[in-house]
């Protein structure tokens, strides 16, 4: 069974930074895709990153320069480092798999981590 568990959401003040971890069990091997999508409330849900099965990126452009994501095959685990925050970042976060070269998740998601930033 497919397994995706978000840790590192926190409040910070508007500059700071935040990583969000994303670890993944259940694959037989790392030929999977991962997106971080975020939906504050009232707003609808937004893919921020996402990471092929090569390691190759994506970003929304809300997030490019600030935002990095990044794999480590061997600990199964997908990282959002966030950097430069903004208030209107403030989001709770979700990691889920995705079809390969889009932003449509496949169906697993986590549960989410919350991240706030203060002004």
């Known amino acids: 069974e497919v397994q995706l568990v978000e840790s590192g959401g926190g409040s910070v003040e508007a500059g700071g930074s935040l990583r969000l971890s994303c670890v993944a069990s259940g694959y037989p091997d790392s030929n999977y895709c991962i997106g971080w999508f975020r939906q504050a409330p009232g707003e609808e849900r937004e893919g921020v990153a996402a990471?092929?099965?090569?390691?190759?990126?994506r970003y929304a452009d809300s997030v490019k320069g600030r935002f990095t994501i990044s794999k480590d095959n061997a600990k199964n685990t997908v990282y959002l480092q966030m950097k430069s925050l903004k208030p209107e970042d403030t989001a709770m976060y979700l990691c889920a798999e995705i079809y390969s070269g889009t932003w449509y998740p496949c169906g697993y998601w986590g549960q989410g981590t919350q991240v706030t930033v203060s002004s």
């Open positions: 990471i092929e099965s090569d390691g190759s990126a």
